[in-house]
């Protein structure tokens, strides 16, 4: 028995009259474990983008939930995913990301693996009775390459990328049509003392935006912004203009339209104008108050201009802390006694560009995973 209280179905289902979820469930380690299991053992997460494993024996590692994944192209240049645990002893078996030899060694026993997860060789084996290498192969996991980024499930039953997020990939690829030939330009690792839903709620909505992100704000027209949800993922499109405080646009766009898009349940994407670079947010929940977060720059060249390396240092050095800030500041304040346990979700009949709606859609696919669990 879970000990804390269910919300209903229908919970902010009338955005207009909507609270938040309680403060509980932001700072609860049995709701945390409780989302474990309901959310993020379900869902398709986005760890990376194709070209960290486009290359043949090319893998990275990620911690979700407390899981080390290996995601791995193999010799035969198929994607795959697998738990970073030997079945002898439970020693992890990669760190980081790189180029893998033919065959995957256990640090600990010298266990050896094929990228397709097949335990190759086992040290002493011949000498074990009823000793079978098909029993000990790395367990996987599901895996699928959709919209130019590597998603993940540890829910073998699970269906498509696509399936949980219809109609995404479309309108990625037409925000940014060069998307499965970007590069990794930049990447800031925090390990953020907030939960991971203050931090979904900090991007669904650009009520924060004029006062929290100045330089930001001078760059979009917030009279021209606005929201609109598609089931597990939500579009904010906005039109930009030129910045001296954040990004200069190039005389060439002719479309100066920005698209910030959500998925469910902890991934956003970027695409500023042009249509030649996007920013990610991707979250890897710790617990209940951390969150460890990439925030990844991604551009079509691989030699990085003047201009780009001013653009990767404004986000690192003025958006990025801005928005660090704010969420660790709601996560000790959502603690505090002077909070009511719930806040007015803002928002407003003409769905505006400082509407809140996107937090209410949100709370409400929360509400509903927990009960469906």
Same mark, same amino acid.
């Given at each position: 028995m879970n000990d804390f209280q269910r919300?209903?179905?229908?919970?902010?289902?009338?955005?207009?009259?909507?609270?938040?979820?309680?403060?509980?469930f932001y700072t609860s380690a049995a709701v945390f474990e409780h989302e474990k299991e309901a959310i993020f053992a379900r869902s398709w997460i986005c760890v990376a983008h194709r070209s960290e494993v486009a290359e043949n024996n090319a893998y990275?590692?990620?911690?979700?939930?407390?899981?080390?994944?290996? +995601?791995?192209?193999?010799?035969? &240049?198929?994607?795959?995913?697998?738990?970073?645990?030997?079945?002898?002893?439970?020693?992890?078996?990669?760190?980081g990301s790189g180029k893998a030899r033919n065959v995957i060694a256990c640090p600990y026993h010298a266990w050896t693996f094929k990228l397709d997860g097949e335990l190759s060789h086992a040290r002493n084996c011949d000498a074990v009775q009823g000793f079978d290498k098909g029993d000990f192969g790395l367990v996987s996991l599901r895996v699928e390459e959709y919209a130019g980024f590597i998603f993940i499930n540890m829910d073998a039953e699970a269906g498509s990328v696509e399936e949980q997020l219809p109609g995404l990939e479309a309108r990625m690829r037409q925000a940014c049509a060069v998307i499965d030939d970007l590069h990794l330009a930049a990447r800031f690792v925090t390990r953020t003392p907030a939960n991971w839903k203050s931090i979904v709620d900090n991007y669904l909505e650009c009520y924060h935006c004029a006062?929290?992100?100045?330089?930001?704000?001078?760059? +979009?027209?917030?009279?021209?912004? &606005?929201h609109t949800l598609h089931g597990n993922w939500t579009l904010q499109h906005g039109v930009a203009k030129s910045s001296e405080q954040s990004f200069k646009l190039a005389e060439s766009v002719a479309d100066p339209a920005y698209s910030g898009f959500w998925a469910w349940p902890c991934s956003m994407f970027n695409a500023p104008p042009g249509g030649d670079f996007m920013t990610v947010i991707y979250e890897f929940p710790v617990d209940a108050e951390t969150t460890l977060q990439h925030y990844d720059i991604y551009f079509l060249n691989k030699d990085i201009t003047p201009e780009q390396q001013a653009l990767i240092d404004w986000y690192r050095d003025v958006f990025r802390p801005e928005d660090l800030r704010l969420v660790e500041s709601v996560q000790k304040g959502l603690k505090s006694r002077g909070y009511r346990g719930q806040g007015r979700i803002m928002v407003d009949k003409q769905r505006s560009g400082i509407s809140e709606h996107g937090i209410a859609h949100f709370h409400n696919l929360i509400a509903v995973a927990h009960l469906d669990a």
């Open positions: 919300l209903p179905a229908d919970f902010c289902s009338n955005p207009e009259e909507a609270y938040t979820i309680p403060a509980q990275i590692t990620r911690e979700v939930i407390g899981e080390s994944i290996i +995601v791995v192209r193999g010799r035969d &240049g198929v994607l795959r995913a697998f738990y970073n645990v030997c079945p002898h002893r439970g020693h992890q078996l990669l760190e006062p929290a992100h100045p330089s930001f704000a001078d760059s +979009v027209d917030v009279s021209q912004y &606005g």
